[in-house]
């Protein structure tokens, strides 16, 4: 029987359960984005958690301490996540760290007697996301976490966790399943295309899934209708068509198309968008790519300043008119 929370997650669930009764008292749970990692390290903390845990090392799902877990109510766990702040205007947004505040919260967590007697569970996710404070203020006790506290950690990108916190760390890599496994599950999930919805979150199902879902394909279409005809494109009206689409989606689906443009400008080839290979491949011919280098890698930094809503037109708008002046006009179809 299958128990994973997702199938191609079954072989790293197995090494999970085989360790139910001696747990890492550190894990860290690594791989791309979009593959199910914190569902898994949710699965295990519930296994953690159980009371009467089944042969295989799974949770039963129906001792108080699962009911528990299930209502987000177990004493003996916490979850250390970007909170929701509300903004000036009333908007919610994500916080952009992992405080000192909630470290120190779990700090003094794990310090006390546990409610039940069995394990306590700290789940970080994402753990990359913890600023320098609220990771010193771990450190001590990922160095010698006291008895029965299981810490596991999750993150995207383990490379900008601090080194003295990944060492402290069991490692288990989460990959990208195989493209065929990915399709089959998508399309049990009723998600047409999936080959190139797949293409598009570069083999992340969950990615995949995401896009099939809600508004988001409607949005990257209005956005890559834009940017496929740079010569249409009008920044200040664009700018406020954009308005509606959330700051990272649009900063993913840009970053990908100047991905595709740099693909296509240097080995001939569409890397995400496949829908829009004709255009791309017209487009790399007139690119100049000195400035499509520029602006890709200033697109890629301005990741970090997405949380400024009251810029967003204004640094869209310039965005746009760098992006018409990466094609040149005597070149023009
Ligand atoms: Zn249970």
């Known amino acids: 029987m299958l128990s994973a929370p997702y199938p191609w997650l079954e072989a790293s669930w197995q090494r999970l359960r085989a360790t139910r009764t001696r747990p890492a008292q550190a894990l860290l749970l690594a791989g791309p984005r979009g593959v199910g990692k914190g569902a898994l390290a949710r699965a295990w903390a519930g296994a953690l958690l159980c009371e009467a845990p ?21 004493p003996d766990f916490r979850l250390l996540t970007l909170q929701e702040k509300t903004g000036k205007e009333g908007d919610t947004r994500l916080a952009a760290a992992i405080e000192v505040e909630q470290a120190r919260e779990a700090v003094d ?10 394990f306590r569970v700290v789940l970080i996710d994402p753990a990359d996301q913890l600023n320098l404070a609220a990771a010193n203020a771990l450190l001590k006790v990922l160095e010698e976490p006291p008895l029965n506290t299981v810490f596991v950690l999750v993150s995207d990108q383990p490379r900008r966790l601090l080194p003295t916190i990944r060492s402290r760390c069991t490692r288990l890599d989460i990959g990208l399943p195989a493209a065929e496994a990915a399709a089959q599950w998508l399309a049990g999930q009723q998600v047409e ?7 598009l979150s570069g083999g992340a199902p969950l990615d ?7 508004s988001a394909l409607d949005e990257r279409r209005s956005v890559l209708e834009g940017l ?13 068509r954009w308005k509606a689409i959330s700051p990272q989606a649009w900063h993913a689906v840009v970053y990908k198309w100047l991905g595709d443009l740099l693909a296509v400008k240097l080995r001939g080839r569409v890397l995400f968008n496949r829908d829009f290979a004709e255009e791309l491949a017209q487009l790399g011919m007139q690119v100049d ?8 890698k200033n697109h890629a930094d301005s990741g970090r300043t997405l949380t400024h809503p009251l810029n967003r037109p204004l640094q869209q708008q310039a965005w746009l008119i760098q992006y018409r002046h990466l094609f040149d006009d005597e070149k023009r179809p």
Do not use: I, M
């Not at 995949?208 to 809600?214: D, F, I, Q, V």
């Open 193 to 199: 295309d999936a080959a190139t919805l797949l293409a």
């Open 289 to 296: 790519l000195g400035k499509l280098l520029t602006l890709a």
């Open 228 to 240: 496929a005809r740079p010569w249409q494109l009008d920044p200040v009206t664009l700018g406020e």
């Open 109 to 118: 967590f794990v310090r006390l007697s546990t409610y039940r007697a069995g």
């Open 208 to 214: 995949a899934l995401n896009w099939a879902e809600g």
């Open 54 to 74: 089944l042969a295989d090392g799974t949770a039963c799902g129906g001792c108080p301490a699962c009911h528990w877990f299930d209502t987000g109510a177990h």
